[in-house]
């Protein structure tokens, strides 16, 4: 188990470009979340997926921005026409079907976006 | 309102010493949790302790607890004998199980640095 990974770690674009993020969660966990946090902030709640569907999407989540989970596995974020103040680290995280008391979410690495 | 405040934005402390991270929060669910996270400067959220609005014990792992005053809507989280690893962000979360569901809100954090 190599927990969550994220996919591309840096990523730089020119204003007005589309980018597309990745996201392996872990393996059986049919939970997976997309936060963005920009500088000296926490994260902030972007989406959510329960196996394939889409159940819960943020006000932060704007007409350029697209996530999809096709098959209950990987999900990939993108963003279209980005803006400079896109520039952030966008992180996943998965969990579990409920299991125990905690269900914490287990968070990748993040993908860091800068936009110029 | 800030559903998650932590009023500090910088924390010292001796390495071996404890010391004491503050959270309030505000919710009008009666089920939720609180959880804290750990972001070193590689960016991965770690999981650290969670705390659940029904739990009559104060949570604990290792050398982390959390002081649980729930009438004050407080969730400290106190590291004992701090080691220089500890060095890190420290994000206080809540998840409303009523109001939202999945997600997580997170406050803004607090830069805790752990010196020799």
């Known amino acids: 188990d190599t927990g969550v990974s994220q996919n591309p770690r840096h990523k730089i674009t020119k204003r007005g470009q589309n980018v597309t993020f990745r996201c392996d969660p872990i393996s059986e966990h049919n939970r997976l979340y997309w936060y963005r946090q920009t500088l000296g902030q926490g994260p902030e709640f972007l989406t959510y997926?329960?196996?394939?569907?889409?159940?819960?999407k943020s006000r932060l989540l704007s007409d350029r921005f697209s996530a999809e989970r096709p098959k209950g596995s990987f999900s990939t974020l993108e963003i279209q026409r980005t803006e400079q103040g896109d520039s952030a680290m966008y992180l996943c995280a998965s969990s579990p079907p409920r299991q125990g008391p905690t269900y914490e979410q287990y968070f990748g690495p993040g993908t860091r976006l800068t936009v110029t | 309102a800030q559903k998650i405040t932590q009023t500090q934005p910088g924390m010292f402390v001796q390495e071996k010493e404890a010391v004491t991270l503050d959270c309030t929060y505000d919710t009008s669910d009666q089920s939720y949790g609180l959880f804290w996270y750990k972001q070193p400067s590689s960016g991965e959220m770690i999981f650290l302790i969670y705390q659940g609005s029904y739990d009559e014990q104060n949570a604990t792992e290792g050398r982390y607890s959390l002081n649980f005053q729930k009438a004050r809507k407080s969730a400290n989280l106190v590291i004992s004998a701090s080691q220089l690893g500890d060095s890190a962000m420290y994000f206080c979360a809540m998840r409303e199980w009523e109001t939202s569901g999945s997600r997580l809100t997170f406050g803004e954090g607090t830069q805790l640095t752990v010196n020799p």
């Open positions: 997926f329960q196996n394939e569907a889409q159940l819960e």
